[in-house]
């Protein structure tokens, strides 16, 4: 009879340290496991490596549901500015197989190499991505920015 | 050592009885936190409408919204559709008003916050919307000039106060405009410039008033929002704030596996934006391609945000500036519903074609691919118990 407590109580035991075990493990894991996420530097070379181009929002934060206006800087390699350049946009969410909801334009020159990208929406968290082409005296070149909500 | 195992087993029995409670991760917190109604902001001006925030306005909008006599046989108006006591919606798959229109009445509450209107976005402020059921042949069915001649004779003093004076009517025709009958064409193009541009000056009006009046159209809070708020707070939720198990695993599926949040986002439950979901067309109606059609519609509106009859600066106009024009998702895309108080009015979809709610999770589940352009809506494996939480869910936000 005592051998047959001492088997249950073992077993518990045994049951316990496996859920403690368990426990340790769900606790310290990242809650949401995400896979490595794409980059999303603000800064990058382009393509072919003809510019070096950064993309930030104008009003500093990116707010979710809103038309917003980015700017979008552009230097050669050696760190002139790029003026007159032609910028087409294009992007969508690659995870969900669509285009951007809005169509973005370069809409003015801001001196600098700085261009004002307006006309920008996301309209939901997640993956997004844009792609610039730029064109200019320098030439022809696109990048591909990730903006992660 | 008996102490030792017995303080185990008791471990043990609590850790599993703690599965039982409702526990979200931080990014699931977030993300109800981010459908909770007291994250709605206040409503933004719109200054495309001088007349948005007039309570005179809005007052004579509320009585125009519900006055029969704007209809070319005095017996349809605004209301007969959008019924104050059905959330602003009749229940039917297709509305009727004179006559039995294509799609299903959409709801109002919130409205005068999105950006675009109707099922595919053909208008692109409140006011301009409101002038198109005016003198839709099938909904009220009247005519330009038969208005303003109508707001004169009906309220021509209220309306003077508001808007400033009428203009003078020596000569306008009772019936004209350019998308009547043949005869309301021809009375219109025989009409000045300048007549022309007078009647529709009140003929906007009357829209602006509506549109003054609809603005005051929101949604209210529901258990969902009580569930949510204490969530946030971590309060112990009281009464009808608590969630059954089973509203929480659905809860769980929309944020999570179901990927509806991805568009029914935010505290309105949707994204304000158009998608292919792979609905199928309801029987028996003429073809609907959704928002590809309504592109060019928006751009010909000769009261859209670029026309002359809007208040303020162009600088408001973004919407209609930077609308996508020529994409393949525009095919058979529909304007994202909001789901609250959804539970509480079938039927669903843009022409009304499911009749449950059942039917809408059956058919997220499948996934079937649009009869034109590509469905967004990937399959989801679904059990039966997981559909009825997803639906239990989808109650909470209309009780």
Known sequence: MASLWRYLLAGLGLAAVLAGILVAVYLTAPRSAQPVGPDVSRTKKTDNGLYVASFVPERGVVRQGELESWVLTLKTKTGASVERAAIAISGGMPQHNHGLPTSPQATDYLGEGRYRIEGLKFTMSGWWQLRFAISSGAGSDTVLFNVVL | ?399
């Open chain 2, 1 to 399: 050592m008996r102490r030792l195992f017995r303080f185990l087993a008791l471990t043990v029995i609590v850790l599993l009885a703690g599965c039982g409670k409702p526990d979200f991760s931080d990014a699931e917190k977030k993300t109800i936190a981010s459908l909770s109604l007291n994250t709605l902001p206040p409503l933004k001006p719109d200054t495309t409408n001088r007349f948005a925030d007039v309570p005179a306005a809005a007052a004579l909008g509320s009585t125009l919204f519900f006055d029969v006599g704007l209809s070319r046989d005095g017996t349809v108006s605004c209301s007969t559709c959008h019924k104050i006591d059905r959330q602003f919606q009749d229940d039917l798959p297709q509305a009727v008003g004179v006559g039995r229109t294509n799609r299903r009445t959409m709801p109002l509450a919130g409205v005068a916050r999105d950006p675009w209107f109707f099922w595919d976005g053909r208008r692109d402020s409140l006011w301009a919307q409101a002038l198109t059921p005016l003198e839709n042949p099938l909904e009220q069915a009247g005519n330009r000039t038969a208005y303003a001649h109508y707001m004169k004779a009906r309220f021509g003093e209220r309306y003077e106060r508001i808007f400033g004076p009428l203009p003078d009517f020596s000569g306008i025709p009772l019936n004209a405009s350019p998308l009547g009958t043949d005869t309301e064409k021809a009375a219109w193009n025989a009409m000045s410039g300048a007549q022309r541009d007078a009647i529709n000056g009140v003929y906007a009006n009357i829209g602006k008033a509506i549109a003054a009046f609809e603005r005051s159209i929101e949604p209210g809070p529901t258990r969902f929002d009580r569930f949510a708020l204490d969530l946030a707070t971590g309060a112990e939720p009281k009464g009808d704030a608590v969630f059954s198990r089973e509203e929480i695993l659905g809860l769980k599926l929309f944020i999570g596996k179901g990927n509806c949040v991805t568009c029914h986002n935010g505290p309105r439950f949707t994204d304000n934006g158009f998608h292919n979901t792979g609905v199928p067309p309801a029987a028996d109606l003429p073809p609907d391609r959704g928002r590809v059609d309504a592109v060019a519609q928006v751009e010909a509106d000769p009261f859209n945000c670029f026309g002359a009859y809007r208040d303020g600066e162009a600088s408001a106009c973004g919407e209609l500036r930077f609308m996508v024009k020529d994409a393949p998702e525009l095919v058979r895309a529909y304007k994202t519903p909001s789901l609250r108080g959804a539970a509480a009015r079938p039927p669903y979809m843009h022409a009304g074609q499911f009749s449950s709610l059942d039917e809408v999770v059956a058919h997220y589940a499948k996934a079937a691919p649009s009869v034109e352009g590509t469905s967004e809506i990937h399959p989801l494996r679904l059990s039966d118990r997981e559909r009825a939480a997803l639906v239990a869910f989808l109650k909470t936000l209309a009780e």
